[in-house]
């Protein structure tokens, strides 16, 4: 089992930045390539970003790319997600989640194995 709990997520205007956490416990952390996904009302979570268990391998959505930068601390048990330049669309729950290595399946939801409860993130215009 692996536990995950995101942070970090809160209001911020149009053009501003923030820094989500996900601290992970349980199981060995480095043994899981780690996913950003987010999701607004109604409709089905969507792939944000993606990270190797090495951190060498990153994977971003073409709406993001450029903009948000993942990251992950092995020793800390943390991934994290910088998001700058913020848009308003880009407001939904964010929710990190860990998907055993080498699966490659890095965009489908459904491969991930683990979820934390999300945290919210509101970019106002």
């Known amino acids: 089992q692996v536990q995950l709990v995101e942070s970090g997520g809160g209001l911020v205007q149009a053009g501003g930045s923030l820094r989500l956490s996900c601290a992970a416990s349980g199981r060995a952390f480095n043994t899981y390539d780690m996913g950003w996904f987010r999701q607004t009302p109604g409709k089905e979570r969507e792939f944000v970003t993606a990270?190797?268990?090495?951190?060498?391998?990153?994977y971003y959505a073409d709406s993001v790319k450029g903009r948000f930068t993942i990251s992950r601390d092995n020793a800390k048990n943390t991934v994290y997600l910088q998001m700058n330049s913020l848009k308003p669309e880009d407001t939904a729950v964010y929710y990190c989640?860990?998907?055993?290595?080498?699966?490659?399946?890095?965009?489908?939801?459904?491969?991930?194995?683990?979820w934390g409860q999300g945290t919210q993130v509101t970019v106002s215009s």
């Open positions: 990270i190797s268990w090495s951190g060498r391998l990153k």
């Open positions: 989640a860990a998907i055993p290595s080498y699966s490659g399946n890095y965009y489908n939801a459904d491969a991930y194995d683990y």
